[in-house]
């Protein structure tokens, strides 16, 4: 099946700074790629979606001005979360789709930020 | 707008034995996708089922098998010969096409007891 990777699979920063999460597909190209949040004990909440070469689309409530994304490839995204603070504290999961992949989207394996 | 509900956030079932998860959905489409996903402790989505609305027949994957009721809008998962690798979270989710955002319900931890 294809793969997606994420990069760091865990980040600290401190409260203030800015952290930047990739998401790549490996063996596709993603047409479609999209941005999850997951709080413990919760389920999977959509953030953005993004497609290569053109403007996320984000969800309702989600500050696009703190969690910028960036699909400049057909094969990487990236989510920066600016000013981090703790609330933003939380695991991160992307997930991919192409015309190859057919009907599934593929996750990657998430990524932890802790923002102290 | 489309929703995903699961009526049951904890269930367990001793090892071999059969259990059912519940599922249910609201959408006005008629051509859709239905999924149940696993995460386990790692945290890893991995698709354990899918269907096809357009398609009568229920899917099936090895020790997994779903109950797709399309006009009462249900979507079941049945796990048999329960293993203890099964121990995780369970996600019932929506999607209109691969290129669509995926609805996910709330979830059922399932727990597999030797």
Known sequence: GAVVSQHPSRVICKSGT?????????????????????????????????????????????????FLINHASLTLSTLTVTSAHPEDSSFYICSASSTRTGDEQYFGPGTRLTVT | AQTVT????????QEAETVTLSCTYDTSENNYYLFWYKQPPSRQMILVIRQEAYKQQNATENRFSVNFQKAAKSFSLKISDSQLGDTAMYFCAFTRTSYDKVIFGPGTSLSVIP
Do not use: H
């Open chain 1, 18 to 66: 800015s952290v930047k999460i990739e998401c790549r597909s490996l063996d596709f190209q993603a047409t479609t790629m999209f941005w999850y949040r997951q709080f413990p004990k919760q389920s999977l909440m959509l953030m953005a979606t993004s497609n290569e070469g053109s403007k996320a689309t984000y969800e309702q409530g989600v500050e696009k001005d703190k």
């Open chain 2, 6 to 13: 699961q009526s049951q956030p904890e269930m367990s079932v």
